[in-house]
């Protein structure tokens, strides 16, 4: 049983939206803050499901934390890391919480960590992560469902990664911080939260240069050359764009603010292609409308600085009733168009073969019972609801909840009919899920 998400779609969305701060990069820098003694504190928190497990994690090794819902802050005490093991019970719950690994083999020379498993969107392997940290000079063993890492001490080396993995990058850089000597990491992630995550390592006095293009050194510092921080994470990319697709798909008219537009550009320029008009009115603000039918387009998503895998599901949703044919390849995740059979409900044609899709764009959608499978595919059911005649009810929205702060608000604000609908009893819930309380620390 799950909360669902009752939408009444064809109301054009008109207003602003202020972005969250980012998932994918204020979960790596929870880690990142276990490598400094003393109090770090971390704001632009976003109050979402990842963010409390996250913290759940922290707390397993002994090291205080708490959060401020007000200025939406946290802090992380690690002065004493006293447990070095993360439970299975935390870590299958996300598996972005693996990144506690390098943290530990950093700090501690030492780590026991659950093997986090595939998920629903594909197998996500971590033999990369667990080959960069042997190459530090860690001996790794796999014993019951989890690694297990130790090392005497950590040396630098040179590391090639067969694919760009964020995690991998990010895991790598964490326990290079603390290594003697230089690490070089070649193919590596260049997302903007691994740039994000060197500057946070860098303000607390690590030295990596390079973050953000494919070659990475990290030269390692002393322990005691490391100091907490207070630090700002990036606005959230991914939470961004599913708002632009919002406005273009309902024909709208908005502003998007707290943006790093340059995060984006790929997918603004396809977006544009489609017919959508998008204007930068300011550093961190954007206007996105869109007046007409949207064009077919034809997208492959590949690792940063190509197009997104996170919003190749909100393209889908607005490529079902463009004017054409698109193709959509998938080239990151074996399993990631889980929307498919949940938009072809709705009225929209597509026909899928492996990791394509060919989706030919339909006059309107219906509202229909729709089920979340995993958080990105579930916030194209929320784009693709929103333009659709009727009522759609999106069931296991806790998905969606993981990466979406505040969203039943942020999409009324701005003129949706949208509320959330409780699973025990059916009634309606006026306030948002907030999911950082006190009790579930
Ligand atoms: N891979 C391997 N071996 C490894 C690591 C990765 O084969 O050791 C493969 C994976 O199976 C996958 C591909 O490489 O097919 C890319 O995986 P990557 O490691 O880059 O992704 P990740 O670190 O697990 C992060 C985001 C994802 C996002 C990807 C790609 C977090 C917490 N998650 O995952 O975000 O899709 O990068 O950009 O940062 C989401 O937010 O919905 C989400 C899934």
Do not use: W
């Not at 401020?68 to 946290?74: A, G, M, N, R, V």
């Not at 309902?250 to 959508?276: C, D, E, Q, V, W």
């Not at 979340?372 to 929205?397: H, K, P, Q």
């Amino acid at each position: 049983m799950s909360d669902k998400i009752k939408i009444i779609g064809g109301k054009q969305l008109k207003g602003e939206v202020k972005i969250s701060g980012a998932k994918n990069a204020v979960l790596k820098l929870m880690a990142a803050a276990l490598l400094a003694k003393g109090e770090t504190k971390i704001y632009n928190v976003p109050e979402l499901t990842d963010v409390t497990i996250m913290l759940n994690v922290i707390e397993q090794l002994g090291v205080k934390t708490s959060y401020d819902k007000q200025e939406k802050s946290i802090t992380i005490n690690a002065d004493n890391i006293t447990n070095i093991r993360a439970s299975y019970e935390l870590v299958s719950r996300m598996r972005a919480s693996f990144i506690i690994l390098g943290a530990l083999v950093g700090r501690c020379k030492e780590a026991i960590v659950a093997m986090p498993g595939g998920c629903a969107i594909g197998e996500r392997k971590v033999d990369f992560h667990i080959k960069g940290l042997e190459s530090l000079g860690t001996s790794i063993k796999i014993e019951n469902g989890y690694v297990h890492a130790k090392a005497k001490k950590l040396i630098g080396s040179d590391i090639y990664l067969d694919i760009p993995s964020v995690g991998a990058t990010e895991n790598i850089m964490l326990a290079a911080v603390l290594a003697e000597g230089s690490t070089r990491i070649q193919n590596a992630a260049q997302e903007p939260e691994i740039l994000d995550l060197a500057n946070f390592l860098n303000a607390m006095g690590a030295e990596i240069i390079g973050a953000g293009t494919s070659e990475i050194v990290i030269n390692g510092v002393k322990q005691e050359n490391l100091k907490s921080i207070e630090y700002t994470t990036i606005p959230d990319r991914i939470e961004a764009g599913t708002y632009m697709a919002a406005f273009i798909a309902t024909k709208g008219k908005g502003i998007i603010r707290n943006i790093f537009p340059n995060h984006l550009t790929f997918y603004t320029s396809k977006l544009t292609k489609m017919g959508a008009d998008i204007k930068l009115i300011e550093p961190t603000t954007l206007e996105v409308s869109c007046k007409r039918r949207l064009e077919a387009v034809n997208i492959i998503t590949q690792p940063y600085p190509g197009f997104p895998t996170d919003l190749q599901s909100m393209a889908m949703a607005l490529a079902t009733t463009a004017d054409g044919v698109s193709i959509i390849t998938e080239s990151l995740y074996e399993n990631r168009f889980m929307q498919v059979p949940e938009l072809r409900k709705m009225g929209a044609d597509i026909h899928q073969e492996r990791n394509h899709a060919l989706i030919k764009g339909v006059k309107s959608l219906t509202g229909a019972n729709l089920k979340a499978s995993d958080l990105r595919a579930g916030a194209s059911l929320v784009i693709a609801a929103l333009i659709a005649e009727g009522e759609s009810l999106i069931d296991n929205i806790f998905h969606i909840d993981r990466g979406y702060e505040l969203l039943e608000s942020k999409f009324r604000m701005i003129g949706a009919d949208i509320v959330r609908i409780s699973e025990n009893d059916n009634s309606v819930i006026n306030q948002d899920k907030g999911s950082l309380s006190e009790s579930q620390l």
